[in-house]
């Protein structure tokens, strides 16, 4: 099937600073990757839909100018939280659907879990 | 308002049983219903998608139904094993289009013992 990665899988850093996050689709092309977050004992919570070669678009409530989204190519999209703080803990997991097809079914990253102190 | 609801957070079973995830939903019409399993500290993993003029679909030791009058999805574990213990998701596309999220409920916590 399908395979998405993210990297990094983990990270810990200090508040105020800004950790970027990226979502790659390694065997077929995604228009439109989307941003989850999801924290203990919750369910995955769509952040924003990743649009190749245009500006993200936002759930309400989440912050543009904190999780700055870019999908500069149709296989990759970077998530940067911005001036993290404690409450931005959580695992961050990206999705990405095949443009080619029916784009049905959504794929999956493995996740990254962040940590800030 | 829009809900979609796995009725039990955790379901504890014993190996060889048949395991049966309930997930429900309202004020939508989805053209299909997607199933996931994730593990602890993982992306999900997709399982199977059934559409809205599936009665039920199969694949090995699942089976997912669907009901779009009752606006329900079943899905089955048959044979279970302690392998199968993970947390179960379902998802809809609210639009049917490719290019909108899944909403997805909060999961049932399946542990099959042995």
């Known amino acids: 099937g399908a395979v998405v990665s993210q990297h990094p899988s983990w990270v810990i850093c200090k508040s105020g600073t800004s950790v970027k996050i990226e979502c790659r689709s390694l065997d077929f092309q995604a228009t439109t990757m989307f941003w989850y977050r999801q924290f203990p004992k919750q369910s995955l919570m769509l952040m924003a839909t990743s649009n190749e070669g245009s500006k993200a678009t936002y759930e309400q409530g989440v912050e543009k100018d904190k999780f700055l989204i870019n999908h500069a190519s149709l296989t990759l999209s970077t998530l940067t939280v911005t001036s993290a703080h404690p409450e931005d803990s959580s695992f961050y997991i990206c999705?990405?659907?095949?443009?080619?097809?029916?784009?049905?079914?959504?794929?999956f990253g493995p996740g990254t879990r962040l940590l800030v102190l | 308002s829009q809900k979609i609801e796995q009725n039990s957070e955790a379901l504890n079973i014993q190996e060889g049983k048949t395991a049966t995830l309930t997930c429900n939903y309202t004020n939508y019409s989805p053209a299909y219903l997607q199933w996931y399993r994730q593990d602890p500290g993982r992306g999900p993993v997709f399982l199977l998608l059934i559409r809205e003029n599936e009665k039920e679909k199969r694949k090995e030791r699942l089976k997912v139904t669907f009901d779009t009058t009752l606006k329900q999805s079943l899905f089955h574990i048959t044979a279970s094993q302690p392998a199968d213990s993970a947390t179960y998701l379902c998802a809809l596309d609210p639009s049917g289009q490719a290019g909108t999220a899944l909403i997805f409920g909060k999961g049932t916590t399946l542990s099959v013992s042995s």
């Open positions: 999705s990405a659907r095949d443009s080619s097809g029916a784009g049905e079914t959504q794929y």
